[in-house]
């Protein structure tokens, strides 16, 4: 691969993947913001069947799938005896994109997402970039550089966030450990509200660039000590960030 051909980078579509688009796709949405953002509080039941039916517009085959993907991502829990109750917040699948996609940026809730991610991407990345400095082929090897240089702001914040979600998802799979390539759905929604609500306190973006690039380069190199230190000494930028944002939106 010419790394030089490289300048931009599509940001995979990873909302809801699992369902079919229309009815019962925008029906999981509006359903899951309303409760994300507290439109219906923890224990608070969601109205009636058909209530739901009526209010937005849709079949009650379209409302039963609805709640099931919902019920599947922790947010609701139903019952015969009062219906669709929300869980509390400590019961969501706080992995999922869609729910960490749906609270209101500026929530202190949202922040703390943000925060503990951060904190477990510390634990895992950098061993994750190690593995890949062992693992990874030839092909990822060209991709991760390639990525890592495609994080530049004259390329524009689409084309950023696309580069530099396929530099952590690439290193996660090619680490060779199917675990760790399955948490490319935590680093999918953590980079997505970094860019969104972080990007007022992120480090200059030719910094950015030179960190990615650090760790691309020893990977490529093969150097799995430096991968590692370099990938640690980044998130630790990330972290100092993220924690700032929380303690703002406390």
């Known amino acids: 691969m010419d790394t030089k051909q490289i300048l931009t980078f599509d940001l995979p579509d990873k ?6 688009t229309g009815a019962v796709k925008d029906t999981v949405e509006q359903l899951g913001k309303s409760i994300v953002q507290g439109v219906y509080e923890t224990d608070a039941v969601l109205p009636r069947e058909e209530e739901l039916v009526e209010k937005l517009n849709v079949s009650r085959t379209v409302v039963r799938e609805a709640v099931k993907v919902l019920c599947g991502k922790g947010l609701v829990r ?6 669709s109750r929300v869980c509390p917040f ?30 477990m991407r510390i634990i895992f990345e950098p061993e994750a970039a190690a593995l890949a400095a062992k693992n990874a082929s030839r092909e ?36 060779g450990n199917l675990m760790l390539s399955q948490l490319q759905n935590i680093v999918y929604a953590v980079i997505l509200f970094s860019y969104s609500a972080g990007r007022f306190a992120a480090p200059e973006e030719k910094v950015v ?42």
Do not use: C
């Not at 139903?78 to 219906?83: F, I, K, N, S, V």
């Open 78 to 83: 139903t019952a015969r005896r009062y219906g």
């Open 140 to 175: 990822q090897r060209d991709l991760i550089v390639a990525a890592a240089k495609g994080i530049d702001p004259k390329h524009g914040d689409a084309a950023m966030i696309g580069a530099d979600y396929t530099f952590h998802a690439t290193i996660l799979q090619a680490s």
């Open 209 to 250: 660039q030179r960190l990615h690039v650090g760790v691309a380069e020893a990977i490529d190199n093969g150097e799995a000590d430096l991968a590692r230190k370099r990938m640690h000494d980044m998130l630790k930028a990330n972290q100092a960030m993220a924690r700032e944002f929380a303690a703002i939106a406390k």
């Open 90 to 119: 400590e019961s969501w699948n706080l992995l999922d994109p869609d729910v960490i996609r749906w609270h209101d940026p500026n929530s202190p809730r949202t922040a703390r997402i943000y925060a503990e991610a951060t904190d």
């Open 15 to 20: 909302v809801l993947t699992s369902l079919p």
